[in-house]
């Protein structure tokens, strides 16, 4: 049964890898046997590399790119494949937030977050997915919110663009699944990263957002390691457009 979720000779790239979620969904995978590209915006993840060496002794490569840059994903799918031949796996984890109320919301603003979050999510995938449906075979997985069915406060742009992304996850899983591509998402709870820094500051929230959370704490970057995998091994196979939830009960609260 163990071998289902076995990655060994397949090639995962995850974006804003450098740190939180991503990096920690990259070891992961390193762990089931996959090697990984590692996708930075700006700074390098190269730290997350060093724990892939330590824990697992897979092979990585370091790739930065703009994710607001329309040329981006095809030079990112392209660096990987030239990298390692191949790619197998695709985890769309980087994003950004803004948080400010609807009424004084920019659109400088709105239109930062929809490019990275949802506009680069899409040409990721179809990078991907050209090359994923010639080979017969592949796994992506978008990381959605708790905000894909929530509306959140203050973060209008947001959950515009978690929203969009699991529509975006359904429909092209009605697309590729006949091909051998399965497109899923994960949604994860209220995790400890780096966008919700400010929340967890905030004494009273941080207490409210707790009391609400069934299993009585905030996520942890090692939570998402086996859905991940799950959703990028063979094990999976049949799962096609599915929302996994990884929310301490948050949705069932």
């Not at 804003?16 to 996959?34: D, E, H, K, P, V």
């Not at 977050?113 to 592949?138: D, W």
């Not at 400890?192 to 707790?210: K, M, P, V």
């Amino acid at each position: 049964m163990t071998e289902l979720f076995r990655l060994d000779g397949k090639v995962a790239l995850v974006t804003g890898s450098s740190r939180g979620l991503g990096a920690g969904m990259a070891i992961a995978l390193a762990s089931a046997g996959a090697d990984v590209a590692l996708h930075a915006n700006e700074r390098s993840a190269s730290v997350t590399a060093d724990q892939i060496a330590a824990s697992s002794g897979r092979r990585t490569a370091l790739l930065t790119g703009d994710l607001a840059d329309r040329s981006a994903a095809e030079a990112l799918v392209t660096g990987t494949v030239d990298a390692f031949g191949r790619l197998d796996i695709l985890v769309n984890n980087a994003g950004i937030i803004r948080r400010r109320a609807a009424v004084e919301h920019t659109d400088e603003e709105w239109d930062a977050v929809l490019a990275v979050n949802l506009s680069s999510v899409f040409r990721l995938c179809r990078a991907s997915g050209r090359h994923m449906i010639e080979r017969g075979s592949g796994k992506i997985v978008n990381i959605a919110s708790m905000l894909s069915f929530q509306g959140g406060v203050t973060v209008p742009g947001y959950a515009a663009s978690k929203g969009g992304l699991v529509q975006l996850t359904k429909a092209l899983a009605n697309e590729w699944a006949a091909s051998g591509v399965n497109v899923n998402a994960i949604a994860p709870g209220y995790m400890e990263t780096d966008n919700t820094a400010a929340l967890r500051e905030d004494a009273a929230r941080h207490r409210e957002i707790t009391a609400r959370i069934p299993a009585g704490r905030w996520g942890t970057p090692q939570d998402l390691a086996g859905a991940v995998v799950f959703l990028a091994s063979r094990a999976s196979d049949y799962v096609h457009g599915h929302v996994l939830a990884v929310d301490g009960g948050w949705l069932s609260r």
